[in-house]
Structures are given as C-alpha cells and as structure tokens.
C-alpha cells in the first residue's frame, strides 16, 4: 500500500543568461549529469527529474506552480551552478507550496590547482551564487533545508535521500486520512487534542466512524475468505496449539481473520490509511482487533489505540519514511520498567504491536484480556529485536503541535518473559532513563509513541521541519537544564511565531 514508483523531486538549477548560450548548455549538463547520479543512488528512494536551467523570473514562477499542481513531485531540490539572481526567484518561491531542498554543492569535487583559470571560475560559482540564493530564503523566511557537500558524496546522498523520505511523509498527509472506531478512552488527555488544526497544520483529515458500520463489513465476509487467511496465518506464524485446525480455539483464529477482513476492506472503501480504536467501543465486535491491527501496521497502515489519532498519523508518516528500510515502524506504549542499573523500559500494548519489528517468527497465541469485556482475542507475541532506535511522541499543546523525539538502544530481554501474552520491546533511552524520562515528562510527552528500528532523529527532525511543527530532540547530548530551557525559549517563540 505504500509506493515510492510515481514520486519524483525535481532538480532545479538556477542560472542567468550573462554568460553566453555555451556556459548555459554546460551548466545544463552538468545539472542532467547530478540529477541523474541522485536518481540511481541507492539511498535516494524516489526518481530526481532534471529540470530546465532556470534563467527568469518567468520560467521559475512556471516551474513552481507546476510543482504545486504535480501529483507525484514531493519537493524541489535547487542548485545554483552559476550566479542567478535572487530577486528573479521571488516570484516563485512565494508562491511555491512543496519542500525544497537547497543542496549546496559544486560541480567538480577537485579544485584543478594547475589549470584553473578565469572559465572555471565563472562556471563554477556555487560557493557564492548559492549564497545569493540563500539569502533571499532567508529574506523571505521560508523553511528549506540546506545540504552541504559534493554531490557524489555518499554522506550527502544519505542526507538528501532522509529529506526525501520526510518530504514523501509530508507529500502523504496531504491525502491521509484517519478513520476513527469510537472516540478517545475516556478520561484520558494524552491522546485528546484539535483536529481541526491538525488538519489545517498538518493536513491530515480524522474521520469518525460507527463501529455498527465496521461491524456490518465484517458482516459481509465470507467463510471462504476467512478460511483463505488463517490458512496464510498457519504459514506465517507459529499458531498455538488450540488455534491450530481442529483445536478448540480454532473458531476464535478464524473471527479473528474475520475482523482483520472486514477492518481492511473498511478502511479500502473509505480510503483511510490509518485508524484508531478503543476497547471501550467495540459494540457488534467479538474481540478487540489485535492481530488483524498488528497485521494492518505491517502493511503500512498508521494506528493509535484507544482513539489515538495522533499517534495514527505519525506512526503512518514514519511507515512512509521508513518504506524498503531495514527495521520496522509501530505503535508502542512505555509500559514497565526495570529501575535497577541505569533503567531499561518495556515497552507493549495490550495487543497491537507491529511485527514489523519482530525478532525471528512471531506466535498466534490466544490468551484473555482482563478489560473490555469481550471474547477472548488472537494476537501476535514476539520480542523486538535489537539496535537502534527512535521512540517518538506528538502531543497537542493547544497552540501547537510538539513532537518529541528520543534516541533509544533495544536490548535483550535479560530473562525468558514465558508468562507475558504480548509483543514486547525493552530499551535503554539516551542518555539514560533518568534524563530521558525527565524531559520527556517535562515536555508533555505521551505514553502512546511510534517506535522505529527504520528511522534515526534526522528524518523525524526533517518531518517536523516540514510539518512546520516543534521537534525536540532527547540524545546522548540532553541534559535537563538545557531541556527546560529550550521548552521556555520555544514557548516564547512559537508564542510569537504563531501570530494572531
Ligand atoms: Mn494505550
């Protein structure tokens, strides 16, 4: 359901006519020549377009509202090989609604000590044109990002190839759609927020749906379906015994699938990409949707529980970031702790943790649950397995959204957990639990996040910049009077920055 094959960037080289038409058919080139070499890297996950040089005012304001208007182009990346003159990109970049990148490099690596001469320096001339071009991102104060380096640099490719990912997040949420099964937990703040304003800051739209309706596509499913699914399940999963054909909980397996049907088709009618339930509304539904959220979550779905659509929206923004990544992307809850040497956490939820982050094959088990009243549901239970980390939070503020971003190490569980029905994620934050749980808690941060093996803080920081939305950041650098300063300088700025 995720797919990078019709998304482009288009690379935009900005130039003048001063310098006669065989400059301007070098400098074109040389743009072609770069576009392409991004376009096969394999750290740049969509296709890099080559754009005409840009040599008016006329053709850059043309080139930007084609940018606005193009479905597949996720942001522009821009370059100026020559001298281009600022004032000509006015026009165009205020009006420009897609990223861009301002990716400040030079055309050839090496500077030809012995043979440089005056037509070599007035080729390549980025290191004060693009400086010309900056300035008026700066007059204009609009959010770009800056990438510095050759463009044959592997570091650089790597940095332009995490804008990217978070320009396709953002080329996302334009169109995202949430679809919400009964309201928010009650009494709970965390997951309550304007949805409204995520819409209008955001873009993503929530949409609140009956659970009757759910009910009545699951309804519709039929027993051939069904059979079809748990037969992929025994292929999938190490089911449990009283789950497997003919054991006594077989008839739970296959309501299961039934759910996981009736939800998928649900969410294909309504176009919705991501969703949120709650346990306290599950009315016409035998069970609590477990295996069928996880299996949806792997799919690239987004999900928040308990009526989390925030969550939802972002765990579906970093499945879209960390799309053909090694390591995967859930919804997640610090759960318990393990307080002794330093702290560990462990992370769960009830049901809904996504294999994607599954160390080895995950388990069918069936086991109660102690609230909602329901029928017992069919999960999978896995442990996470080991490395890096981002375990991520956006709350709403009410003048704002934050998202709070925290560097974590997954670690072995130190014993075998044989009594614990859930999949299950234990990690050590940076710098360690003590600070990292200090400014997470000062900072308003959720107990419901979006857990990534995929996605280092770099894409988050780009997503946020992107999302016009306050990131923080909790690494192996934070300290807490340093923290708590940056939340009173943010409050002032945001404050500001907001307007009326
Ligand atoms: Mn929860």
């Known amino acids: 359901m995720i797919d990078f094959a019709n998304l482009e960037a288009w690379f935009v080289t900005g130039s003048q006519h001063l310098y006669g038409p065989e400059t301007l058919k070098k400098v074109e080139e040389h743009s072609t020549t770069i576009a392409r070499a991004l376009s096969a890297s394999s750290v740049v996950p969509v296709k890099v377009v080559a754009k005409h040089v840009m040599t008016s005012d006329e053709s850059i304001l043309q080139l930007c509202l084609d940018a606005n208007s193009s479905k597949n182009c996720i942001g522009l990346i821009t370059w100026m090989h020559t001298f281009s003159p600022a004032r ?4 165009g970049l205020r ?4 990223p861009f990148l301002h990716l400040h490099t030079q055309f050839s690596e090496e500077l030809p000590w012995s043979t440089i001469d005056m037509d070599f320096m007035n080729l390549h001339q980025s290191a004060h044109g693009d400086r010309e071009f900056g300035f008026i991102g700066a007059r204009l104060r609009l959010k770009r990002k800056i990438i510095v380096g050759s463009w044959q640099d592997d570091r650089v490719q790597g940095e332009i190839g995490v804008w990217m990912r978070a320009a396709c997040a953002r080329h996302d949420a334009q169109v995202l759609k949430v679809a919400r099964f009964g309201d928010n937990m009650r009494n709970v703040a965390v997951t309550e927020g304007d949805k409204l304003d ?3 800051r955001l873009c993503y739209s929530v949409n609140g749906f009956g659970v ?3 009910k009545q596509r699951v309804q519709q499913v039929t027993d051939a379906q069904v059979q079809r699914l748990a037969a992929e399940y025994d292929e999938a999963y190490a089911v449990a015994e009283p789950l497997r054909a003919g054991g006594s909980r077989r008839p739970a397996l296959f309501e299961a699938a039934r759910i996981e049907l009736g939800l998928r088709y ?8 991501a969703f949120t339930d709650t346990f306290e509304d599950l009315h016409g539904l035998a069970q609590l949707p477990g295996i069928a959220v996880q299996r949806l979550m792997a799919d690239g779905y987004g999900f928040g529980a308990e009526g989390d659509w925030k969550t939802a929206a972002l765990v579906r923004a970093m499945k879209i970031m960390g799309h053909g990544l090694q390591g995967g992307t859930s919804f997640m809850e610090d759960y318990t702790y393990d307080l002794r040497d330093g702290g560990r956490v462990l992370g769960a939820h009830m049901l809904e943790v996504c294999p994607s982050i599954a160390e080895g094959k995950p388990s069918a088990e069936i086991h109660p649950l102690s609230i909602g009243g329901k029928d017992d549901p069919v999960r999978l239970v896995f442990t996470a397995s080991c490395g890096s980390a ?6 709403d503020l009410g003048s704002r959204f934050r998202l709070i971003v925290n560097q974590v190490n997954l670690v072995r569980p130190e014993q075998p957990l044989p009594k614990l029905p859930v999949a299950r994620a234990i ?6 639990l003590k600070i990292a749980a200090t400014s997470w808690i000062m900072a308003g941060g959720s107990h419901h996040t979006a857990l990534s ?12 910049e992107l999302a016009g939305m306050e990131c923080l950041l909790i690494d192996h650098k934070t300290n807490v009077a340093d923290f708590v300063k940056e939340l009173r300088w943010n409050d002032v700025y945001y404050h500001l920055a907001n307007g009326l």
């Open 453 to 464: 093996r995929a996605l280092t803080c770099e894409y988050l920081q780009d997503f946020a």
């Open 198 to 200: 995520a819409q209008i």
């Open 95 to 98: 009006l420009l609604n897609k």
């Open 88 to 91: 000509m990109w006015i026009a």
């Open 266 to 273: 649900f969410l294909e009618d309504t176009g919705s990409q």
């Open 390 to 395: 981002v375990n991520t939070s956006i709350v």
């Open 427 to 432: 990690w050590i934050p940076e710098p360690n």
């Open 212 to 214: 009757g309706d759910l």
